[in-house]
Every structure is written in structure tokens, then in C-alpha cells.
């Protein structure tokens, strides 16, 4: 029987049934309504610099590579030969001037054009269409601020568009002298349990910090670190795409973690100036701590961390984690930052573990017969959400809610039904 996708979350979207979370049927659909119609993070433009340069990646669970063409535009070409369907390549990143299939050899260029097939007189009579037969490509590739995102819908709205309002908290970390570069690397491993769960965590949980992540605050002798405070936001940005920040009265703004090094203390003072007017006011005093872009695209700035959750069947979800940095940042900063990163939320980070952890535990208790029939609860500050006049969004709430939880499983239903979502109605009030 088919699924009633409707059935799944609570009208006030307060509840998900645990079968989103385990059914292949429902997967399969995710990746037809989710992830070929919405635009999907890639990577850095730092990765391609050159004409030539390429890395790969996945759109949802299509394998992609991501190239520089030789015209100097932007590709991201299906990793699946036209002939018999192998990976063309096999590389996680290079320069090349193309691509040869390890099968047959049919090899393509940077542009994902076919450019050559061997034995094309004596197999094909010359009667093979080159131009008919090149790799399949995103219908639209474009980047905001060096971060590179594809879609394979042609009828999605344009990137800047599908971003919305989450464009204005991304410039929060993007905007900078000189702009951002990834570390090169990347940190893959996988979790044993579905890629929502481990989105709608990094979309802004932050109730779960004071507790899940508990022992690191004490190890950095400070044990209020993730106390609630009136700074402390979840924001619903349009849609689906949330996080929560810090917003600070005017004039002030975050200068880095209490326990960072002393470089990286000395580097904030030093920009400050500079940064807060990039800024500008009101961007100034807000601080992004963590958030989602919709579907997987997970962002811990705190961390000089970026990462995509790439969906693995319905049961697992491989992380993909990158170091963010400011370009124009000298060396021995872009080493604490990369320093910080490994310790919080690389592979074995003290944060990272907590996290997957938990996840793990969640998927396993939602296959189970009593429990598979339960929903998880997503009802915590309903209805005490408002409105900030000048914060890009729709809606807020205190830290400790689930606003962004909310909005996430809202786009969610949005996507895999084709219908507009009610808004829930908020309280218009200064704060
Ligand atoms: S599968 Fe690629 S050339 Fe045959
Ligand atoms: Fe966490």
C-alpha cells in the first residue's frame, strides 16, 4: 500500500512518525522529491580553482563530479558512464583534461562532453551520436559566496531564491576580507542511522547541548557554558533552512569560544573592526551557531565546521566534514581553527561522539514493534514562537524549543507531497 506521506507529521507538525525514519518506500520517494529537486550543496569553489580541476561528491545518493570546464564554468556531471553505467571516476579530486571510463574506455571531458570511443569504426560503423551520449548533468549549477550547489530540477527557483532568507545568517560566516576557503581534506565516516535525524539535530538543537555534550563543558571548566540565556535563539528561516545563533545588544559581537586558543582570541580582536563593518549593524550582533540548509547541509561555524549528510538507504547516513576558514586569515590561525574543528566535530571529536552516538540509539529503538509504531515529539515551546522586526525570518523562539525542528519537518511535508504547508501563526512582538 502506498504511503500517505500526510500521515506522518502532526498538523502543527509537533510529531514525525518513527516509519519516516526507517521505511525504504519512503526513502526511495526522498530521493525523488528531496533530493533531484532541491539544490544541493557541492563543495568550495577552493577546490576548483583551475580549468580541469574536479572532486567528487554525491547529490543525495547520485554520485557526482564537480569540475572547472575548460570554459571556466561551474559542472557537476552524473559519476555514471553512458555506455554500461560505470563511475568514470574514481578519484576524490584532481585536475584532469578527462575523464576515461576504467570499462570500455569512453572518455569524456571536463564538460562532461564524449569525446572518445574506442573501436568507433569497427564497432559502431562511425554511426554512434558523440553529442547524444555525453554525461548526464545537473540542470542548474551555481555558488553563493564560493559555496558551490546544484540542482537536477531546471524548473527550481534560482539558487539565491531557494535560499531565501538563510543567505542573510550564511554572509554571517562567508562574509569576510578576502572570503573562505576549505581545508583541504575531507572527514567521512558513516552513522548507523537515518539523515534526518542527524539534520534536525543540526538545524539548531540546542536543548540537547547542555546535556548530550555536558562532559566538555566540564573538561573546559565551565560548567554554564550551555546554559540558556536571553541571547540564545532558534530561528526558522525560510524554509526549512534554521538555526540558532546568539543575538547580542547592539554594538556587541562574538569573539570566539571562551576555551579557543589565544591566537584565535588575538585574531578576533584584531579583525573586529573590519568584520563588523563587512557586517554592518545588524548582521554584527548576530552569531550563527549551528543550522541546516535544507535538506542536508549542516553548518557548526563555532567549529569552523561545514558538512553534508549524505543519505545511505533509510538506516544510514555518511557525514562528509569540512574546516571552514577565513581565506585572508594567516596560516598559524587557519591551524587553531583546523586544531578546534578535529577536537569538537571531526570524526573522533569530543562532540562529534556525543552526537552520532545518540542518533545510532534513536534509529535503533524505531525499528522495533512497540516503539516503530510511536512518533518522536517535536512540541516544545509550540505556540511561543514571535517575530523579530529586522531578523530575517519568519519566526524565533527561546534556545530551548523546537522551532527549527519544526520547520525543517514542515519543507519536508512541503517536499514530498507537492503541497504549500500552512505557516503556524506567531506572536508579532519586539525582541
Ligand atoms: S561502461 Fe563505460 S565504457 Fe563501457
Ligand atoms: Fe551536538
Known sequence: M???????????YT???????RDPEIHAAEQERIFKRCWMFLGHESQVREPGDFFTTYMGEEAVIVTRGLDGALHALVNSCRHRGMRVCRADRGNTKRFSC???????????????????????????????????QAAQVDSYR???????????????????DMAWYMDLVLEREGGTELIPGIH???????????????????????????????LNQNPNQFDEDDNRLQISAETGHTLCAYRYKPGRRWMGAQHQPRILTEYFEETEARTAKLLGPD?????????????????????YTIRQYH???????????????????????????KRMYTNSFGPSGLLEQDDGENWTGCAASSNKPVMGRESFNYQMGVGHEWNIPGLPGQHVGRATSEVVQRSFYRRWLEQMTGRSEPVLRVIAREG
Open 15 to 21: 510529531w514525525v512518525s518513527r516509519q519516516a525514519f
Open 283 to 303: 548582521k554584527g550582533r548576530v552569531h550563527f551557531i549551528a543550522g541546516n540548509v535544507f535538506p542536508n547541509f549542516g553548518w557548526i561555524p563555532g567549529s
Open 146 to 164: 564560493g559555496l558551490i550547489f546544484a540542482t537536477f530540477a531546471a524548473a527550481a527557483p534560482s539558487l539565491r531564491d531557494y535560499l531565501g
Open 102 to 136: 576504467p570499462y570500455h574506455s569512453w572518455t569524456y571531458n571536463a564538460n562532461g562532453e564524449l569525446i572518445g570511443v574506442p573501436r568507433r569504426k569497427e564497432g559502431y560503423y562511425d554511426e554512434i551520436d558523440l553529442s547524444r551520449n555525453g554525461l548526464i
Open 2 to 12: 502506498a504511503v500517505d506521506f500526510a500521515q506522518l507529521v502532526a498538523d502543527d
Open 188 to 218: 567521512k565516516w558513516i552513522v548507523r542511522a537515518n539523515w534526518k535525524l542527524a539534520c534536525d539535530n543540526n538545524a539548531g538543537d540546542w536543548y540537547h547541548v547542555a546535556f548530550a555534550h555536558g562532559s566538555s563543558a566540564k
Open 311 to 337: 543519505p545511505r538507504g533509510p538506516d544510514q547516513t555518511e557525514v562528509w566534514s569540512y574546516c571552514l576558514v577565513d581565506a585572508a586569515a594567516p596560516r598559524e590561525v587557519k591551524d587553531a581553527m
